[in-house]
């Protein structure tokens, strides 16, 4: 997944993230690829914390249902991984390798899913892709190849391969990647001390205090040094006919540079998820707007190319088109909470939704009372030619 391109090099192996900060090239590599982690992380919270609804034909009427197929896609697609974990792992692989294949397990109740790690796609076009060599796995390390040869009846293929923006995020992280070396050296140089040790001419030979021996100039300046340099407290014997002169006191940086890179990364892939930058960088206000066009530009675009794999997968083109479908529940992406909502309960309330329509959207339990279902009529609505008229 993304994580291995943060913490492993080319080789597999993993990095240190000291060697990473204080390396050569791979700085820039790494803070651009947490901050597409971070982008896709939000995405996929946002998806998998969603009810995929079920709506099937019952008694000659489209109603929803929770049967197996519910069962399947919020509770327990396979034996490993519940709803919310499939559907998550699900959006990471799409968005991080912009592709996935989900396996339908056929089952003789109810079908298994799984999102596929690694496979081998067929080159066809005009009679749909094959897919061999399917491996899947669990959260322990366990994997298993599957040597069935997967199709279209079987699996559900997701795609969204953008070469040209692929191009701009690779171009955008080299630029990047020279001005963060250029911070980098900048930091370094400025904050690294250089010293200035004045020798008197025309002095006799030194002697060692400790050996009582003569010592060179170039001798005492590297027994000083080691004073100055080491990490613990120490006294540096220095002569009088010395001057020990700290040259780079006035050209102190802070990480202030380094903090406008790491934003303009952030920013730069904010802006190719289409994620508002209060949302990204999680300084939204009350009275922003972010989540609203979060979900619009950011998220809605997964939510219908998933439920049209869904539909075509598990549904099926002959019951699609006889009104039954799957859909997700998207009223409760942004927390609600009841104290809150007072307002909002009266106007749906007004409107005939009924107290259980209403505990619904709220993730309230269902009240088991014949008066839950009913439809308050406290406000009526006529035809145009009509001549009900809208009460007060």
Known sequence: MIFDKLFKNSDGEFVNILDVFFGKDELTNYIYTLAEAHAIDLIARTIAKCEIQTFERKDGKIQETKGDLYWTLNLQPNYNENGTKFLYKLVTKLLTDKTALVIIHEKSKSNLLYVAD???????LLHGKTFTNVEISDDEGNSLKLEKIYN?????????????LAIASESFKTNMAKVLKATQKSFIRANTAKWRLKIPGGQPTMLDMETKQPI????YKEKITEGVFQEDEAVVMLSEMFDLINLNTDNKKDLTDFERCIKQIGSSVAQKWNIPLDVFFGSKTEKSKGTEDFITFAVDIYFEIIAAGLNIGLVGKE????????????????HKDVLDCGTGIDKLTANRFSRNEINKLLKLPV????????HSVTKNYGDVGGGEKEDG
């Open 118 to 124: 690694n496979y081998n796609a067929s080159n066809g």
């Open 216 to 219: 060179s100039y170039e001798k």
């Open 367 to 374: 009240i088991d009372e014949d008066w839950a279902n009913e």
């Open 152 to 164: 279209q009846n079987n699996s559900i293929y997701f795609s969204l391969k953008n070469e040209k």
């Open 319 to 334: 019951d699609f088109l006889k009104g039954e479908y799957v859909a997700f529940n998207r009223s409760n992406i942004a």
